[in-house]
């Protein structure tokens, strides 16, 4: 009698535990659901997931027509007059503009780092510079190694595609970008492909 007694006492027991257990979790599942709103809103109401894609097109040089062709050796004979005695990393840059014409420009480094310009920023604040007002149709970038070997191609750095942006948006015309390697050409049609999400001229109106 007392051990059937014992035993009802121990399930009555077991069962609060269990009750108790629940609860606990339940609470905390709660709680950690309202911090998780609190920091992400989106999720309670429905979030909107975006995709954004551009396109890279691949050429081989006998590809390109004559002026594209012509643009990219502007590039490479200036990337051979850079001036890299820290990174010997040589970048050169040639910007077709609307009437015809190539300018073209190399990286200038300096001792005090951040005081040197990338070959792209130096070709493109040169055409600004020379020919306010002629567009920019095409950017050719190519880069070489120590051994003057043109290497893969190489993308702008982050400030460069802010550059490049701005001279889009000042003309009003999008910027073909041509990254020159070795064997192969990758072609961007506007450079607003390079810098998805971009801050512009359009938050400043
Ligand atoms: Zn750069």
Redesign the pocket.
Known sequence: MIKLAVHKVKRFEDKTKTILHLYNFFTMFVIKQRELYALFPARRNAMKRKKIEFYVEEYRYEELNDTYRKLIAAAKEASKHSYAPYSHFS?GAAALLDDGNIVSGN?QENAAYPSG?????VTLFYANARYPEQAIEAIAITARDQAGETIAPVT??????Q?LLEAEQRYQKDICVLLCGKEKVLLVKSTKDLLPLSFGNEFLK
């Not at 310009?117 to 920023?121: G, Q």
């Not at 702008?156 to 595609?161: E, K, L, M, Q």
């Open positions: 970048v990286n310009l990338c070959a792209e920023r702008p750095c982050g400030a460069c595609r550059v």
